[in-house]
């Protein structure tokens, strides 16, 4: 029987069900999921097996979350000079785990940081995992449930949301290879394909229109920056009863070549098309 066979049917039980957490076996399988969370042996959304496949949300891991605020009193704690009241407890660990945080960078219990991974005084909440070798920059947040991928440089006060409720909605995913610029927003379930480079200040959202300008007509996309792509912040006019004004959009304006390696990739990302960061 694997952890999930033993964990899931408990959780899902217990969200039908709340007046099953009086129960300790059922208390133990939520708290178990969270420690296998933040363990990295469970994960709220599971990669394809093939490129470009889709991705899987594993929806009992995120209601194994909210059962955990329920179960979970407010509490304070106490980090040096630092005083904080919640309910859930700080990540620990870090030296053993081979991950570099920066004071006041701050992971909360419940996430998974792979080895190789900088946080600096950023925050990555609960249910989120960040993969090897990225580095979430100064003020950058991580919300809950989001999956960042290796090798990503999320710039400083990127807004990476978190999204936890309804269970059965996919958390925004950030491949491997991405670079996020400096202000940044991705959210509502926004997917980001592998080494995509999104310029400073691009709001991402499930509504926003993505449009590649680079061929003979624009091409929209929405919900997901297909892999590669150099995105910028761009305005579209749109037509409204007081008359035609300037709505956000997204630009994708060109690919990363996937003849060169990531870093010298994106550093010719940045000059040939331009891209603030």
């Known amino acids: 029987m694997t952890l999930e066979d033993e964990l899931r049917p ?3 039980a217990a969200f039908a069900d709340r007046a099953l957490l009086a129960d300790p076996v059922h208390r133990q399988a939520v708290e178990g999921t969270i420690a296998a969370l933040d363990r990295g042996e469970l994960r709220v959304a599971t990669p ?3 490129e470009d496949g889709a991705w899987t949300t594993n929806a009992w891991v995120k209601e ?4 955990f ?3 979970r009193k407010v509490e304070k704690t106490e980090v040096g000079p630092f005083e904080f009241h919640d309910k859930i407890p700080l990540k620990r660990g870090f030296d053993t785990d081979g991950v570099r945080v920066v004071p006041p960078g701050v992971a909360r219990y419940g996430s998974f940081l792979e080895p190789g991974v900088i946080l600096m005084p950023g925050y990555v909440n609960i249910g989120a995992r960040v993969g090897a070798g990225t580095m979430v920059d100064t003020w950058a947040t991580v919300g809950s449930c989001a999956q960042v991928g290796r090798d990503c440089h999320l710039a400083g006060g990127v807004g990476v949301g978190g999204v936890l409720e309804p269970p059965s909605a996919q958390p925004v995913i950030i491949e491997d290879g991405v ?4 202000r940044a927003v991705i959210v509502e379930g926004m997917r980001v394909g592998r080494e995509a480079v999104i310029g400073a200040g691009v709001v991402l959202t499930s509504s926003t229109v993505i449009l590649d300008v680079t061929g003979p007509a624009p091409v929209e996309h929405r919900g997901q920056v297909p892999a590669r792509s150099v995105v910028i912040p761009g305005v579209r006019a749109k037509k409204f009863p007081a008359g035609e004004f ?4 997204a630009l994708i304006i060109g690919l990363r070549t996937s003849t060169t390696d990531r870093k010298v990739s994106l550093n010719r ?4 098309f331009g891209v603030p960061v």
């Open 69 to 71: 605020f329920a179960l």
């Open 10 to 12: 408990r959780v899902q």
């Open 269 to 272: 990302a940045l000059r040939d």
């Open 48 to 50: 394809p097996r093939i």
């Open 179 to 182: 670079f996020v610029g400096s």
């Open 64 to 67: 194994a979350i909210l059962l």
């Open 246 to 249: 300037g709505v956000p959009c």
